[in-house]
């Protein structure tokens, strides 16, 4: 091999490393990951437990019997339950079930002590009388108490609808 030949291939290595060198550079960046979580409560996808009083005689007192909500709502999210008046009532401590024109009053309320001070209506804010409560990321079981005075009224199935709003 010649002078000439050894000098040029020690140009070609050499030119070979310093390609290689080249392409090993690095270079760096940064990004950011986002995501805004938003709060949401879900009321509807599992059905509610009907308040049923059942059969009673036209001469009991106090029947009771008790539903329930249930409510999904994003951990530590506050949030209230209101319930309507019903399709007969005209407020809260006046709800109906009624048979044709015949009306069977009753109540709702947000506790198992069915008080005064239980009954579970729409109005929010300071001394309110709707559920209040924090979501746990799960289906919550929310207890409906419910109370017929009395049966004193003619004979007959009752009934009533009542809406129910989550607020969150």
Partial sequence: MSFRSIAATATLLAASVAATSAQAATATTTFNVRITITAACDI???????????????????????????????????????????????????????????????????????????????????GGNVYAATGSGTVQTVPVYGRVPNTNFPAGSYADVITATITY
Avoid: H
């Avoid at 409510?71 to 319930?83: D, G, H, K, M």
């Fill in 44 to 126: 509807s996808t599992t059905a509610p437990t009907d308040v049923n009083f059942g059969t009673a005689p036209s001469t009991a007192t106090n029947v009771e019997n008790q539903g329930a909500l249930n409510v999904n709502c994003t951990p530590s999210a506050p949030y209230t339950i209101a319930l309507d008046n019903g399709q007969n009532g005209t407020d809260a401590n006046t709800r109906k079930m009624s048979s044709g024109t015949a009306q069977v009053p009753y109540q709702l309320y947000r506790a198992a002590t069915r008080t005064a001070a239980d009954v579970w209506g729409s109005t929010t804010g300071t």
